[in-house]
C-alpha cells in the first residue's frame, strides 16, 4: 500500500486507477488483544492511531456495530473551533486544533482542514459585555480571539440581516480566526487508515452485547460474533454511553438527545466562514460543494431514534432565515441527525470508569469533533498508562460527585 | 409532528410540553449522613434507557405533571398517568394502566 500523493494521482489518472488497494483490511475477530477499543468512530479510531504511535501499542482492535464512521462523526456539521471559557476546556480544544492544524500530513490523508474563521455574533448590549468578558478569557488562555463590531461582521458576511426590522440587530461577533471546518469522513477514514497502517485491527459490523468482569475486573467484552479478552477496555461510543454503561453495571451522568443538521442544494460562493447566532440558536457555514451546512438547536426529548422532530427543524430554519434573509427559497438537500451524549456541565468525561479495566470517552456531546484528535490522543495516554494526562484530568467522571465541574454549556455562550 | 396525552386535556401537540426528568428517582434520606457519591448519584447520574422508560413531563399550557412512559427509539408513547391525586387519595385518575404510580420503581 503506497502512500497518497500528487504524483500517486497522475500516475494512478495515466493508469486508469488500476493500482488503488482499500485503505484499511478488514481482519477477523481474534479471542484476545492488549486493548479493546468500543465505538469506531473518530474518537475510537483515533485513540487507536495514537495507541500504535505514540506508545507502541499495537495490539488493539477497534470494534464497531455499524460501519466506521458511521455515528455522529460522519453526521455533524465539521465546525472546528477553541473558543471556550474555562482554562480545562481551552487546553484541551486548542490542543486538538493544533493537532488538526498538521493532522492532513500527519495521516498522509487530506482531512481538508479550512481554517476559515468563525463567528459568534451578540445582538444586545448585554450579549456584548459577555462577549467581551469571553474574549479575554480566550486570550488569558492562549487562544486567539478578536472582538467585530457592526462594521467589521458586515465585511465578512454582508449577507447577514443588518435590516431596521430584523428580529434580532446585530451588534458584533466574538471572531476566532484560527477556527474553520473539515472533512468529517476523512478524519474517520484518516485515522482508520493510519492505524491499520500500524497494525491495529478495526472489525466492522461486531456490536458490543456486555462486558467480561472476573472478580471485579473488565477483561473483555461480549460481542455479536463472541467473546474478545482484554488488557483494557476503552469506549467511544457518544449517544450509547449509558446504554453500555448499564451492561456494566454503572450509570452515568449523560441523557442522549437527537440533534439535526441540514445541508441546502448547492450554491454560488456566498458565505467564506462559520457564523454562529446564539440568539437564534443557529449557525451555518458553506461546504466546498456550495451547500449551505446549517444547525441548531437540540430536540428538547431525550431519544435515540437518529431522525430528529419537526418542531426543531422549524425553529432552526426560521431562525436561518432570520439571519440570512437572501437563503429564505433555497432548496434543502438532507435532513439528517446524530444521538448526541449531553452531559450536565456540557463537558466531556475521559479517564477510568466505576468499572476497574474499563475506561470512558464520552460526553462530547454536540461537539466532539473538534475534539477527535486530542481526545484521540488523551485517551490513548489514559489507556496505555492507566492513568490521566494532565490535560484530560479535569474532565473525571468524579468531578460530579467533587462538584468540580466545568460548566461550558452556560459560559461558552453557544447555544447547546 | 409528535401529539402526547396530557391526563388532563387528552392529546395535544409536542411542544405544549416539557421535559421534566427521569422517574422514580429517590431523593437521598437527609435525616442520616448523606455522602458526596449519593448526592452525585441523585442529582447527576441517569439511567438513560434506550427502549422503554419512565419520564416525568409537564403539559406547560395547563400545569399538569404527569408520568409518560415512552419507547426512546421508535418514539412511540406506551401511557400516561396523572401525578397528582384526586381528593380522598386515589391514584390519578385517566392514566393508561400500563404505568406505575409515581412511588413505583422504575422499569429495569
Ligand atoms: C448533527 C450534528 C452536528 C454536530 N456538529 C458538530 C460540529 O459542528 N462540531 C463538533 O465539534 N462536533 C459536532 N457534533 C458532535 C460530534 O459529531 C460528536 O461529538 C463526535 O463525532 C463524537 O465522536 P465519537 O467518535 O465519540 O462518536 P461516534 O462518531 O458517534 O462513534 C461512536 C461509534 O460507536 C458505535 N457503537 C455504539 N454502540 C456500539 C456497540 N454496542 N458496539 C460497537 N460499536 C458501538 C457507533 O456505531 C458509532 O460508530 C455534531 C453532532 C451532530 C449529531
Ligand atoms: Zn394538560
Known amino acids: 500500500m503506497g502512500g497518497y500523493s500528487a504524483l500517486r494521482l497522475l500516475r494512478e489518472g495515466l493508469r486508469d486507477q488500476r493500482g488503488w488497494r482499500p485503505a484499511w483490511r478488514s481482519p477477523k475477530l481474534r479471542k484476545a488483544y492488549d486493548i479493546v477499543i468500543v465505538g469506531a468512530g473518530g474518537h475510537g479510531l483515533a485513540t487507536a492511531y495514537y495507541l500504535a504511535r505514540n506508545h507502541g501499542i499495537t495490539d488493539v482492535a477497534v470494534l464497531e456495530k455499524g460501519w ?33 492544524e498538521g493532522l492532513s500530513r500527519e495521516l498522509n490523508y487530506n482531512v481538508m ?167 437564534h440558536g443557529v449557525y451555518i457555514s458553506q461546504s466546498d460543494k456550495g451547500g449551505l451546512v446549517m444547525g441548531g438547536a437540540l430536540d428538547r426529548v431525550p431519544t435515540y431514534g437518529q431522525r430528529g422532530n419537526l418542531p426543531v427543524q422549524e425553529d432552526v430554519l426560521g431562525g436561518l432565515v432570520d439571519c440570512f434573509p437572501a437563503i429564505a427559497r433555497v432548496g434543502l438537500l438532507r435532513q439528517w441527525a446524530g444521538i448526541v451524549d449531553v452531559s450536565p456541565d456540557s463537558s466531556p468525561i475521559l479517564g477510568p470508569s466505576p468499572l476497574p479495566g474499563l475506561y470512558l470517552n464520552c460526553g462530547w456531546g454536540t461537539g466532539g469533533f473538534k475534539a477527535i484528535p486530542a481526545g484521540g490522543l488523551l485517551f490513548a495516554h489514559i489507556l496505555a498508562q492507566g492513568a490521566h494526562h494532565p490535560i484530560s484530568a479535569p474532565f473525571d467522571l468524579t468531578r460530579f460527585e467533587r462538584g468540580r465541574l466545568i460548566d461550558e454549556g452556560a459560559a461558552s455562550g453557544i447555544a447547546h | 409532528m409528535q401529539v402526547y396525552t396530557c391526563p388532563f386535556c387528552g392529546l395535544r401537540d409536542e411542544r405544549e410540553f416539557f421535559f421534566a426528568g427521569e422517574a422514580g428517582a429517590a431523593r437521598p434520606d437527609t435525616t442520616g449522613p448523606v455522602s458526596d457519591a449519593e448526592w452525585a448519584e441523585y442529582v447527576r447520574m441517569r439511567r438513560n434507557a434506550l427502549g422503554r422508560a419512565r419520564e416525568v413531563w409537564m403539559h406547560l399550557t395547563c400545569g399538569e405533571l404527569f408520568v409518560m412512559e415512552r419507547d426512546t427509539l421508535s418514539a412511540r408513547v406506551l401511557g400516561s398517568v396523572a401525578l397528582r391525586r384526586a381528593p380522598g387519595g386515589r391514584e390519578g385518575a385517566d392514566g393508561a394502566g400500563s404505568v406505575d404510580g409515581p412511588d413505583g420503581e422504575g422499569a429495569p
Open chain 1, 68 to 100: 466506521l464512521g458511521g455515528g455522529n462523526t460522519g453526521r455533524n456539521t465539521t465546525v472546528i473551533r477553541s473558543n471556550y471559557y474555562y482554562p480545562e476546556s481551552c487546553a484541551l480544544y486548542d490542543l486538538s486544533l493544533r493537532l488538526y
Open chain 1, 113 to 279: 482542514f479550512s481554517r476559515r474563521g468563525m463567528m459568534i455574533l451578540h445582538h444586545s448590549e448585554h450579549e456584548r459585555e459577555i462577549a467581551a468578558r469571553t474574549v479575554n478569557a480566550m486570550r488569558l488562555n492562549g487562544v486567539d480571539a478578536e472582538l467585530l463590531d457592526r462594521d467589521e461582521v458586515r465585511a465578512r458576511a454582508p449577507l447577514l440581516n443588518f435590516g431596521e426590522d430584523a428580529r434580532h440587530p446585530i451588534l458584533g461577533a466574538v471572531w476566532q480566526e484560527r477556527a474553520g471546518t473539515g472533512r468529517h469522513d476523512a478524519v474517520a477514514w484518516g485515522y482508520a487508515r493510519a492505524a491499520d497502517r500500524l497494525g491495529v485491527e478495526i472489525v466492522q459490523n461486531c456490536e458490543v452485547t456486555g462486558f467480561i468482569v472476573e472478580g471485579g475486573t473488565c477483561k473483555g467484552v461480549e460481542t455479536s460474533l463472541g467473546p474478545v479478552r482484554a488488557g483494557r477496555v476503552g469506549m467511544a461510543v457518544a449517544g450509547h454511553s449509558s446504554h453500555l454503561a448499564a451492561m456494566a453495571g454503572f450509570r452515568l451522568p449523560l441523557t442522549s438527545y437527537a440533534l439535526q443538521a441540514f445541508v441546502s442544494e448547492p450554491l454560488k460562493p456566498m458565505l467564506d466562514c462559520v457564523v454562529a447566532s446564539p440568539a
